[in-house]
């Protein structure tokens, strides 16, 4: 599921077709199988709509990274 909700900020930018997605995975974030450190970035993208901010993007980015370095650890 996180890799799911980090592909769309992958690049950096958050489009349009990225936030439905995203508002899509909120739903399946919110029931606790997403850990708390991607969640809260997630959610403040989400509450955003149209008007996501640097710092909101910013943080579901390096959540995102921090995520695939434990991932690639421990593969």
Request: hydrophobic share 45%; with cysteine.
């Amino acid at each position: 599921m996180t890799a799911q909700i980090c592909a769309p900020v992958e690049d950096g930018t958050i489009t349009a077709d990225d936030l439905k997605l995203l508002e899509t995975l909120i739903v399946a974030a919110g029931s606790g199988n997403i850990a708390p450190t991607v969640r809260v970035p997630l959610q403040q993208v989400v509450e955003g709509g149209a008007t996501v901010t640097a710092d909101a993007s910013a943080s579901l980015r390096a959540a995102c990274e921090t995520f695939s370095v434990a991932r690639t650890e421990i593969e």
